[in-house]
């Protein structure tokens, strides 16, 4: 069975928390960053927005349209690295769940990391372990550190949430990685209707790209790095669903220029099957 994606929520948080010291995690961050020759900056800290993935996952799962209990599979995706790193997140979304999901989170691979989560997620539905996914994507900006990406193109603390059952609307058609955006594209669209699909970018896409596809597109706005594309996803796929069969994820990670993309196809209602 095939995964469709049924509800999802979308959360942007501006706002900010007060700084909150940490005697083990500043000894385990300078454990990590100590050989690299960088010092943590308590600053820089004290003056960012201290939003960490816990606030975020849960203010995004408050923010669902109908709750959800126990899916079969939870999966954490981010990028970049937790405010608090030593904070079991995905344990802690399993426990307000129910306690009964099979859970992990998947990083280390940049802006690619929501598109692998849901190929494993695929893979276990597939397989028959799962029936229902809960995909978590959150990233924060508090650092204690100079990062050039957060710094100099004004992320913001986001999350999406995105709930697969059987009973759905798009279900997860494929994904694939590469240098060109083009020849990914072209790969995954070649024998769909250009008219009803749509193509869903992220914002370190150049615009001539998105031109030269040929499709109809939707380009989200800055201010994010591996949320993008999902938090237009958790807020358009009803409405989209009127008017595309099928969807197509797409961006660019600046820090490879590997771009990543991800097919969604409209599931039919009637007969469980995909146009």
Known sequence: ????????????????????????????????????????????????????????AEGVLDALPQPIDSPDLLVFAYALPDLFPLTAVTAHLNHLLGGHSHSFGVSEQGLPAPFTALKIADAYARSGRCDTLALFVCEQNTLPYADPLVDDN??????????????GGYEFAGTRGGPVLGELVSELTADLDPDST??????????????????????????SYCTSVWLELARH???????????????????TDRSQVALL?????????SP
């Open 198 to 223: 749509l193509l869903v970018a992220g914002p370190w896409i150049a615009p001539e790209h998105l031109d030269a596809t040929g499709l109809p597109v939707r380009q989200s706005a800055a201010g």
């Open 1 to 56: 069975m095939a995964l469709s994606l049924s509800r999802a929520s979308a959360l942007v948080r501006p706002d900010r928390l007060p700084f909150r010291p940490d005697g083990e995690r500043d000894a385990f961050q300078r454990y990590v960053l100590g050989p690299f020759g960088i010092e943590l900056d308590f600053d820089r800290l004290e003056r960012s927005p201290n939003v960490g993935f816990t606030e975020l």
């Open 237 to 255: 796929h009803a409405d989209w669903a009127g008017t595309y069969r099928h969807i197509v994820l797409c961006d660019t990670d600046p820090r």
């Open 154 to 167: 004004d992320l913001v603390n986001s999350a999406a949430l995105l709930y697969f059952d059987g009973n």
């Open 265 to 273: 196809r409209l599931r039919l209602a009637d007969s469980g099957e």
